[in-house]
């Protein structure tokens, strides 16, 4: 049976000069290729998700793949050759590890190109294709 692949080829990450209290933050492109394993992860905020990460990826060796990145505020990063595309699944998820309380969390579908935004509190899509 034929498998769907993320087509995000392209994402760029602006962060906000004083985002997260001014402290770095850990982000997460999370490919998910199950469909009850999504269920599970649509419903972690991103602590939980940061604390579980080791666990669900040797749980689940073939259903996730996991791109991790450490942003610091004031900066811009643009990946023009996403290691997430062409990886098994219908969905991205990323994960903002923000100190705050919150869900911090996006569902990327079949988007080619995003550009994201790490304001002060939270991840924010601005746009994409």
């Known amino acids: 049976m034929f498998k769907p692949t993320i087509k995000l080829s392209s994402v760029s990450f602006s962060v906000a000069s004083l985002a997260n209290d001014d402290t770095p933050i850990p982000i997460d492109l999370v490919v998910v290729d199950d469909e009850e394993l999504l269920k599970k992860l649509l419903a972690l905020p991103a602590s939980q998700w940061f604390e579980q990460r080791a666990q669900l990826q040797r749980d689940f060796p073939l259903a996730l793949y996991v ?63």
């Open 67 to 129: 791109w991790s990145k450490e942003l610091v505020p004031g900066q811009r990063l643009d990946v023009t050759d996403a290691p997430v595309k062409g990886q098994r699944g219908s969905v991205v998820l990323v994960y903002a590890g923000y100190s705050s309380p919150g869900m911090h969390r996006l569902r990327l579908d079949q988007q080619k190109n995003v550009i994201l935004y790490l304001d002060s509190q939270d991840v924010r899509w601005v746009s994409g294709e």
